[in-house]
Structure formats: C-alpha cells, structure tokens
C-alpha cells in the first residue's frame, strides 16, 4: 500500500538556521493535521560543518526519517553535491541561484532544478530560507497562511518591519514558484487536526514539571543539555529552580542534596558527564535518597561523539559507583513514552528511596514528531515520607519488611538522625569507624536490598513485559529505548508483504524482570535483535538475566541513526536463511 507522504531534506552549514526552517516546517505539517518525524544530522561545530534536518510527514503515523526526498532544500552548495541524488524523480532542488549551481549530474535521477534568484526576491541575503520556505509551500500545495501564521509568531518580538519583510519574502517564493514551476501533486491529505510538536528532551522537561520536581541542577552537555535550555526559562514559572552548575559532579551532588531534604530533585546529562557522577549516584544508594538522573546517550568512549547517537551505555548505567545498591534504570522508548516514564520516575525514586536512572539517547532526546495530547495530571505518590514523629528513638533506616524505612524530612520534630556516607546502623550512626560490625552490615545490605524485591513486583505490574502485534508471529524484532519506532515501521512494512511479525521491547533494565521477559521470549519462533551499539548489549543482558541467546542482530554504532529501508533489507537477509536452534525460543534457554 503506497502512503501519501512528502519527505524534505534542508541542508547547509552550522549557522545557516537550518533547525530553524525544519522546526517551522513541522510546525506547518502539524497546524495541517498532518504526522510529522524529523532527525536532524549536525556537528559539534558552532559555524560551518555539514547540517541535515531530515523530515516526514503523512497523513498516518510517521516513525523514522526519510531516506529519500520529494524536495532538497540546500542552503550551500555543499548540500547539493552532497544530497541531489537522493531527491526522488519527479522532485526539486530548491536552491539561491545567486550563488549556487546544479549542474546536469545533479539531477541524473529525474529531479527538477529549481533555482530561486534570492537578490530579486528578497531585500536581504539572510532572508533564503524564508524563500526557499515560501516556494516549498506552493510545491507542496500547503496554504501560505500556514507559513505566514509560523513567521509571525517565529518574529513576533522582534521589529514590525522584520516580520513584515519576512512576510514578504515568502510571499515573493511563493509567488516564483507558482510562476515557474508545477506543484509535486503529492496529494496529501490535510485536515484541522492538532498536534504537539515536541522533542523527546521536551517531553523529559515536561515529565519532570509534571511529577512537581523542584529542583534541576545540570552542567551542559550534548544531548541532555537542550533539557536544560527548555527548563531555564519554563522551570522557575512552574515553581522550579534550575540551576546551572560548574561540573557534573556539583550537579548530582546537588541533585541528592536536594533529594535529601525531601525535595524532588533532578539532572541529566550524557554518558561522560555520567561517569563523572556515579560516586554521587552511590551515595544517593547509601542515603537511600530519592533523585533521578537523566542519561542521554551519545557515541562514546571518552568524549567521543558529541552530536551522534548510539545506545552504548547499559552497563555503564547497571555498573554505575561501587559496591550492590538498589537502583531502577528505565529506557523510555518514545516521546509519549519518555514524559510518562519521566514523571513515574519520581513516584518510584520516593517510594523506594533510590536512584532512578533514564537511559535515553540523543535520537529520541532531540528528534521532533508529532504527539497527542499529554496528560499533565500525572499520578504523584511520595511514598514512606512522614511529616511528624510521635513515638520515641526515630530510626531513619529502620529495617522493615519491604526494605523502605519511615522518611523524615530534615527538621521534622523528634526525627533527629545522621545521613553518613559510611555503612552505618538503623538510626543511621556509622559503623566502622572503630570497628566493623559483620552483623549490622549484612542486615543493612539485606534491607537495602529488600526493596528491589518489591520494586520488581511493581515495575511488573506498571511495565508488563509483552508482545505488540501478531500473536502467532513468524518472527519477532526485539529492542530498546529509541528503536521503538523502527521496529514498528519494520513490523508494519514484513506484515503488508504477508509476514507475521510482533516486536518486543525492554522499558526497565534494573531490576530486570526476568522470569517475565523469558516467558514471553521462550515462546518466540524467532528473534532478531535490533540495537544502536557494537557488542548488543541488550542480547547479553538477557541472556545474562533468562539464558536466551539472541544470535540474529542488527547492530549500527557509526553514530548516525538506523535507516528504516537498510535496516529492513539486512532484515530480509537474516529471514531468508534458517534460524539457528539457539534462536528458536524455549531451545535457547
């Protein structure tokens, strides 16, 4: 079934607002009740370097990004010797003829060149991309108005005269076009419906605001650091402080210091940031302090890769500080996904008085779709946190039977104990200064750790391990966090060619639900691991965590995300040859 859908590309270089005209192009798909899926491909590099915003939309949901496109809108010549190929047949190049060139191997695969004359069409240089904008409009038989309501509101505080020329820019492009050249005729089906057009960095911003989180105290890095962008001006309007820090180690000291006197606390950053926290992360584990801290993944080892994308990180997250200490790790898999599992986030930090971990990665933190509506009113449940002691000889690590100790807030009447960093008793008193007590240590490890008993149960019960899409499949893709959407893409496009084919995918890492993720798995005729790093991490931890050997992988760690139509033709591959035993569900046990 072929689907109406229009695929861009805009490139240029750092500096050119290239993210700027992708951003008020989704906008304008939205606004047009269309879906909308868009990645943009940039350096760490503040001017120049190669930027690519690739973008979909259609009428139904979009899940990756284009590799092909109906319209290449090239702000550089680089971007046109880089990308004409990829303009389908039938498609153009909208380009500033002032200064670039296509030349005829530029358009061997049957695109038109469409050359705007941006000196005659508008008052100022910087002014292309508002052309090229407005020519796109006419080619795409979107409504001008939609482009016009996107300028005004994008220039709205700035000059009358800006926005009106502006204004007038676009209209100029829209005009050109309409003389010169024929409409894509792609035919897409537009309607009033409205969406949010959003991030998934937005919607962890979001999540966060939701659940009542008062503090976020971070040191910018990319790909958490636009958390921060989004949280500094709409964080202290909503009650919270956001505090920008001088190191990552200051910010997740301040993230369990907050958590410590009984305030909803959060940060975020990326794996190198991270390491630089996890001692921190441990002492939130001997506290038994709740916090959450935000891991946007990135190509690493060291510094890495900046501005690329990769799911390396698992073990840095399960292996985070020394020692055994209960801790919940999450993997969001979707915007949607990512503002929920955020604000759950600190009903599980408080209710069992520990480090919530988010695993996220730079795809899913910072490419922008379509979402319905959220609901802002999320559940909040702060757990063993009392607010007055009557009795006599407060414990604050009492051991309990589920592990989770009666929580004072620091200055509530008659609950005076230590918080040490040490091994230390029930009321907190640390035990090895003079000398070690073997008994106390084992029963506080044990109580600790009780809770991740109980937190299993829960986490079974809010996230259900379970099978999305035919019940008998043929084969089943498995995967996590940001490969949600590939999978359902891959899944939708095997079923259409008469392949029965469900997907599997993990939300919570820590603690792993294991009897659950190999009842389901064991009864899987075959698996086809799906990944963003090297050595699948994933397909170890389960076979860690269950025995299951998940031989068939597809594995990308070049920093750039999975591409839907090489991604399924390695898929084909895998399918067109005999499953190994190991593969073949209970076998693999």
């Given at each position: ?10 490139g ?9 005209v992708?951003e008020?192009?989704?906008k ?5 009740g269309?879906q ?9 590099v503040?001017?120049?370097g ?9 009428s ?13 809108i ?15 047949k ?10 670039m ?16 004359p941006i000196?005659?069409?508008?008052k ?6 508002t ?5 796109f ?5 979107l ?7 996107a ?7 700035k ?5 009106q ?5 676009a ?23 409205q969406?949010l ?6 919607a962890?911003?979001?999540?966060a605001?939701?659940a009542n989180c008062?503090?976020?105290?971070a ?5 958490a650091?636009s ?6 001006p709409n ?11 001088e190191d990552?180690i200051?910010a ?5 210091g907050a ?7 959060m ?8 390491s630089l926290?996890?001692?921190?992360v441990?002492l939130a584990?001997?506290l038994?302090?709740?916090v ?9 080892p ?7 994308t990769?799911q390396?990180?698992l073990?840095q997250?399960?292996g ?6 209960p801790?919940?790790i999450l ?11 955020t604000?759950?986030?600190f ?8 480090p919530v971990?988010l695993?996220s ?8 779709e379509?979402v319905?509506?959220?609901d ?7 757990g063993?946190?009392?607010?007055e ?6 414990k604050r ?15 509530t009447r008659g ?10 008793n ?5 035990i ?8 106390t240590r084992k ?7 009780r ?22 499949a ?8 940001s490969t ?7 899944a ?5 060619e008469?392949?029965r ?6 939300k919570?890492v820590?603690p792993f639900?294991?009897?659950?993720v190999?009842?389901v798995?064991?009864?899987?005729k ?7 790093n ?18 068939d992988q ?14 399924y ?10 499953p190994?035993?190991a593969?073949?569900?209970?076998g693999?046990?």
């Open positions: 079934m072929k689907r109406r859908t229009i695929s861009v590309w805009v240029g270089a750092a500096g050119d607002g290239i993210a700027s992708g008020s192009l989704a304008i798909f939205s606004r047009n269309l909308v899926y868009a990645y943009n491909s940039y350096q760490s503040i001017r120049g190669h930027v690519w915003w690739q973008m979909r939309a259609g139904e949901k979009v899940y990756t990004q284009p590799e092909n496109c109906h319209l290449l090239a702000l550089n010549q680089d971007t046109i010797d880089q990308h004409a190929l990829g303009v389908e039938g498609g153009g190049i909208l380009f500033n003829s002032d200064r060139q296509v030349r005829p191997e530029h358009l061997a695969n049957g695109a038109q060149s469409c050359g705007l000196s005659k069409l508008a100022l240089p910087i002014m292309q991309n052309v090229a904008t407005g020519a409009m006419f080619m795409t038989d409504p001008l108005e939609s482009l016009e309501k300028l005004q509101e994008r220039f709205g505080k000059k009358p005269e800006i926005v020329q502006n204004l007038e820019a209209r100029a492009g829209y005009e050109y076009a309409k003389e010169h050249w024929k409409s894509l005729g792609l035919g897409l089906e537009l309607s009033n419906k969406r057009v959003m991030t998934g960095n937005q962890i911003a979001v999540g605001l939701a008062r503090i976020y105290s040191y910018p890095m990319t790909p650091s958390i921060l962008h989004f949280l500094a964080g202290p309007k909503n009650g919270m402080l956001v505090k920008q820090c990552e200051a997740m000291n301040m993230a369990v958590g410590q006197t009984g305030v909803r606390s940060t975020g950053t990326s794996g190198g940031g991270f926290m996890t001692e921190a441990g584990g001997m038994e302090t709740p959450v801290v935000v891991n946007v993944q990135r190509g690493g060291s510094t890495g890769l900046p501005t690329k990769e390396g990180d073990f997250a399960l985070a500080s020394q020692g055994e200490y801790r919940i993997a969001p898999t979707t915007i949607e996904d990512a503002f929920y599992v604000a759950e986030a009903n599980l930090a408080d209710k069992y008085q520990c971990l695993l990665d730079l795809l899913l933190s910072e490419h922008t379509t319905d509506k959220l802002l009113n999320v559940r909040i449940d702060r063993e946190l009392i607010t002691w009557n009795g006599n000889g407060y690590y009492q051991n309990t039977a589920t592990g989770v100790s009666p929580r004072a807030i620091p200055g609950t005076l104990h230590v918080a040490a960093s040490d091994e230390h029930e009321k907190g008193e640390v090895s200064d003079v000398f070690t007590d073997p008994p029963m506080m490890v044990e109580k600790r750790m809770k991740m008993t109980h937190a299993r149960q829960d986490l079974a019960q809010l996230y259900p391990p379970k099978l999305e899409g035919s019940p008998n043929e084969v089943t893709l498995v995967g996590w966090g949600d959407n590939l999978l359902r893409a891959l939708r496009r095997l079923e259409e008469g392949t084919t469900n997907i599997f995918l993990i919570v820590a639900l294991s009897d659950e190999a009842a798995l064991s009864r899987c075959r698996l086809v691991m799906i990944e963003n090297f050595t699948s991490q994933m397909s170890r931890l389960i076979r860690m965590e269950t025995g299951i050997h998940i031989k597809i594995l990308k760690y070049d920093g750039e995300p999975f591409a839907a139509g090489e991604t033709t390695q898929l084909k591959k895998i399918l067109s040859k005999a190994t035993p593969t073949a569900g209970a693999a046990r």
